[in-house]
């Protein structure tokens, strides 16, 4: 399973970015897919999740109504909505798929397949 991110950027605060990533490799809808961050110097960590028909998400609390994740398993794709960005969502943001779906914050261990990163900078 190969998973490709993409649709970072620079942004000011407040505004909007989409990240997308395909899939590839794989049936696309047996997969929990999930969104972390690594912050420069921190650890990576937990953004949001969606099961593999995308009826249930999971949010970190420091995105909750501002990111939206979705998928369309037409498409292979999953995406996260990025609004009101602020400086601390600065970092490298991965997505990660995994056959099980954890309705609650998963550990970055708890995902099998990662893509490659993408960048994401807020300035002020």
């Known amino acids: 399973v190969q998973l490709q991110a993409s649709g970072g950027g620079s942004v000011q605060v407040g505004g909007s970015l989409r990240l997308s990533c395909a899939v590839s490799g794989g049936t696309f809808s047996s997969y929990a897919m999930g969104w972390f961050r690594q912050p420069p110097g921190k650890e990576r960590e937990f953004v949001a999740t969606?099961?593999?028909?995308?009826?249930?998400?999971v949010y970190a609390d420091s995105v909750k109504g501002r990111f939206t994740i979705s998928r369309d398993n037409a498409k292979n794709t999953v995406y996260l909505q990025m609004n009101s960005l602020k400086p601390e969502d600065t970092a490298v943001y991965y997505c990660?798929?995994?056959?099980?779906?954890?309705?609650?914050?998963?550990?970055?261990?708890?995902?099998?397949?990662w893509g490659k990163g993408t960048q994401v900078t807020v300035s002020s």
């Open positions: 990660a798929a995994d056959l099980i779906f954890r309705n609650r914050d998963p550990s970055p261990r708890e995902y099998y397949y």
């Open positions: 969606i099961s593999m028909y995308g009826s249930s998400t």
